[in-house]
């Protein structure tokens, strides 16, 4: 929910290499009242020194159908740098989306396309709600749209688990995001997010594992939560 604001430390195995932050804000989009969404990350210390990361996406979202209207992507990861916009439409046509990217032009895609941030964010408020009915090993499949082309988000639920943090110990919802084996990953549930398994249902860890090793993305500080934040205290 707007206000809503969450920072990560980000680790290479027990070497601190980046930062991150996640928060909403109330805003403003032709016009119209969005949800402002935006997560940052970048590498530092040795890492950035050694190989400089600093991501920024944002996305504006419909506060009613969840629906991504406007998103960026802004990357510089090394010498590498992208950046796009993308404006959403889900009302001219009745059976599909019209996508303009500044990059790639107009594309036609099928109704209900989410942005990398609208689909976790719909995933928090549409599908965790309702996760008592979740059995371990279901999947939900929300469909993106991502480097300007469709990209199905499959996240298979594991079951509850409960998460040492920084705040505390916190009960949490377990899911793969299903990967691709190949380049980076060896198998398909090589990332794994914690959601909090309250009425927040806050991601609080991420892990991936890859070739070279893990990476961890876990909450260091929260603010503007909905409801309190259900913690058992550090022994």
């Known amino acids: 929910m707007p206000g809503e604001r969450v920072e990560y430390a980000i680790h290479y195995g027990v070497i601190q ?13 032709s016009g119209k009242h969005v949800y402002h969404s935006v997560f940052q990350g970048k590498t ?35 010498r590498y740098r992208r950046y796009n916009e993308v404006i959403f439409d889900h009302h001219s046509r009745a059976d599909s989306a019209i996508l303009t990217s500044n990059l790639t032009g107009v594309h ?13 964010y719909y995933f928090r408020n549409h599908h965790l ?16 749209w991502f480097t300007d082309e469709l990209y ?27 990967t691709e084996k190949g ?20 991601p609080i860890k991420v892990r991936f ?3 070279v090793g893990s990476f961890t993305a876990e909450i260091t500080t929260f603010e503007g939560l909905k409801f309190p934040l259900e913690i058992k205290k550090k022994e």
Request: hydrophobic residues 40%; contains cysteine.
């Open 209 to 211: 594992d890859i070739f």
């Open 44 to 78: 530092t210390g040795v890492a950035d020194a050694i190989f400089r990361v600093k991501d920024i996406y944002e996305s504006f979202i419909d506060p009613v159908t969840q629906l991504p209207v406007f998103s960026i992507r802004n990357v510089q990861e090394g």
């Open 108 to 120: 036609i895609t099928e109704q209900g396309i989410h942005d990398i941030l609208s689909c976790f």
């Open 17 to 29: 290499g980046g930062i991150a932050s996640l928060e909403i804000r109330s805003d403003t989009f």
């Open 183 to 202: 380049r980076l990953f060896k198998t398909e549930d090589d990332v794994s997010f914690w959601f909090t398994a309250d009425k927040n249902f806050l």
């Open 129 to 144: 709600p309702d996760y008592q009915n979740l059995k371990k090993g279901d999947m939900i499949i929300i469909m993106t």
């Open 152 to 178: 199905p988000i499959r996240l298979r639920y594991l079951g509850t688990d409960e998460v040492r943090t920084k705040v505390g110990k916190i009960k949490c919802l377990k899911f793969n995001p299903v």
